[in-house]
């Protein structure tokens, strides 16, 4: 909160070092800002690194609008150990021999998984079943089957391969496990793997260019990063409203096309987000098209300043 007393919004992105949780992330940006509405969009396992997007104040209503944007990692898979987390911070459950490979092995085996395709989970993960993490059911010695689910891989780049490690690129979509990757990839070379180190580049359109170090995190360094919510609402399709619509738009009512400006809303899919624009500039809602309309899913509040107050 800031010296007016208002609270502040918009979208940090934080460049997360190894050895600290996503929450862990937000908790020090609530601290350096002294607000609770801080959120975070897109968790990070401890071990890795990279593009954490975190949500202050009214950024805080884009979180689950966000959660479907696509990611790019730069992954090292350790070859020849599986663990119980598939990634270096698990106990290893089996080991193998390791076969030579050449890149256009690799490249081969990740064919498969290039496009939609099922996918199951790590077990030590955050997915719920019957309301529970998975990993705390694991934890507590239940016996539980993870989940398999449709993802999709819209990329794999072979970087490097050496006898016991492969440095790939990825560009994936919502939901995606690189953990779980470095498993079935390792398996469809005749061996075992696990994730030994993985950063993530981007998510959606924040790049780890846009990104703020951990050492940085006080409110000055914040002030100079943060991005204002009219900037932040860019990363969504952008819908101009008239006046009327503005008004229809506040009160949550049900917005025809005679209120908006143009008419490229129509194209886009029912389950997209929309970010609807005032005369102005500034954000007014969320919503999404429905019909012949659109339906208001999230209103801003006008009061919230966008930046830091030094």
Not at 175 to 192: E, I, K, Q
Not at 270 to 298: K, T, Y
Request: aromatic fraction near 4%; glycine fraction near 10%; proline fraction near 6%.
């Amino acid at each position: 909160m800031d010296s007016s007393g208002f609270t502040v919004s918009g979208i940090l992105i934080v460049d997360k070092p190894a050895g600290c949780t996503s929450h862990d992330v937000v908790q020090r940006v609530r601290k350096a800002l002294r607000q609770r509405s801080v959120g975070h969009a897109g968790t990070l396992d401890p071990l890795a690194t990279g593009v954490l997007v975190i949500a202050v104040g009214e950024g805080t209503k884009l979180v689950s609008h966000l959660q479907s944007d696509d990611k790019r990692y730069e992954v090292t898979i350790a070859l020849g150990a599986e663990t119980d987390s598939l990634d270096a911070d698990g106990e290893v459950t089996e080991t193998s021999e390791v076969p030579p490979l050449d890149a256009a092995a690799v490249e081969q085996a990740l064919q498969p998984f290039i496009g939609r395709h099922p996918q199951e989970a790590p077990k030590l993960s955050a997915i719920k079943v019957g309301g529970t993490p998975l990993h705390r059911r694991v934890r507590r010695g239940e016996a539980v089957e993870a989940p398999v689910r449709e993802v999709e891989l819209y990329e794999a780049t072979v970087d490097e391969v050496s006898p016991k490690t492969l440095r790939l690129s990825l560009h994936c979509g919502k939901g995606f496990y690189v953990r779980s990757l470095a498993r079935d990839v390792a398996r469809a070379l005749g061996t075992l793997g696990h994730v030994k180190v993985l950063r993530r580049t981007a998510s959606g359109a924040f790049s780890i260019e846009d990104a703020i170090c951990g050492d940085e995190m006080t409110a000055e360094g914040i002030a100079g990063q943060l991005i204002p919510l009219k900037e932040a609402c860019g990363a969504l399709t952008r819908v101009e409203l008239t006046d009327e619509g503005v008004r229809h738009a506040r009160h949550g009512r049900p917005i025809g096309p005679e209120v908006v400006v143009g008419d490229g809303w129509r194209d886009v899919s029912p389950e997209e987000s929309l970010a609807l624009f005032a005369p102005d500039g500034n954000p007014v809602a969320l919503g999404r098209r429905v019909d012949e309309g659109i339906r208001v899913v999230r209103g801003f509040t006008t009061t919230a300043p966008d930046v830091v107050s030094p």
